[in-house]
């Protein structure tokens, strides 16, 4: 099984609206990433979760929260999101961070903050 | 953080040709370099890569060749087919995480 499933595909909440994006790997993996994606746009990386801990945050605003509640799942809650944090939101994993381990992405959830 | 660029922006060939990206990077220190394919409405699919320990690495149609002395690492795509239209990007091991080239848009037409 090499799948990372992402749920809900498609997202639409309001500013003042709080929702979480899912994501889930079953291929033992310990390191779990969130990337945001714009139209046109390369990923950017948001956070990495390594063994269970948040070990990066690029300084990603508050109203985002990363959660990871064991080595499979991986959650991004969001409160209070702004109109250009509409993106395609991608989860990945991969074996361990660093010293070039394959990353797999899942397929994204599409948000639109309205 | 380390700097990727990827050329062309966007790319149009004929079934059957051949299609070349081109990646340069900055960091030295970077060893691992993966290329992705991003098909409309979907993730990024990891294709193919190549660590610092080879020049060329090849998987049937698709083939990576990297120049540490450089800094440049490239994707060919043979016999190119109107399923290989998508978005490909190139990365380079950052740290942590991967850093990604700006994308370049691959046409095949039939």
């Known amino acids: 099984d090499t799948e990372v499933t992402q749920t809900p595909k498609h997202l639409v909440m309001g500013m003042t609206n709080k929702k979480s994006l899912k994501c889930e790997q079953h291929m033992g993996h310990r390191a779990m990433y969130w990337y945001k994606q714009k139209a046109k746009k390369p990923p950017e990386l948001m956070f990495v979760?390594?063994?269970?801990?948040?070990?990066i945050n690029e300084s990603v605003p508050s109203r985002f929260s990363p959660e990871c509640p064991n080595s499979s799942l991986l959650n991004l809650h969001l409160h209070a999101l702004q109109p250009e944090d509409s993106a395609l939101y991608l989860c990945?994993?991969?074996?361990?961070?660093?010293?070039?381990?394959?990353?797999?992405f899942g397929p994204g959830t599409r948000l639109t903050v309205l | 953080g380390e700097n990727v660029e990827q050329h062309p922006s966007t790319l149009s060939v004929q079934e059957g040709d051949s299609a070349v990206i081109k990646c340069t990077y900055s960091?030295?220190?970077?060893?691992?370099f993966p290329w992705y394919k991003q098909e409309l409405g979907k993730g990024p699919q990891l294709i193919i890569d190549?660590?610092?320990?080879?020049g060329e690495k090849k998987d049937q149609r698709i083939a990576v060749t990297l120049n540490k002395t450089a800094k440049h690492f490239s994707l060919h795509i043979t016999e190119t087919q109107p399923e290989d239209s998508a978005v490909y990007f190139c990365?380079?091991?950052?740290?942590?995480?991967?850093?990604f080239g700006k994308g370049t848009s691959l046409l095949v037409t039939p």
């Open positions: 979760y390594s063994y269970e801990k948040l070990s």
């Open positions: 960091d030295s220190a970077s060893n691992y």
């Open positions: 990365a380079a091991e950052a740290g942590y995480a991967l850093n």
């Open positions: 190549i660590r610092s320990n080879v």
């Open positions: 990945a994993s991969s074996h361990g961070t660093g010293g070039g381990y394959d990353a797999f």
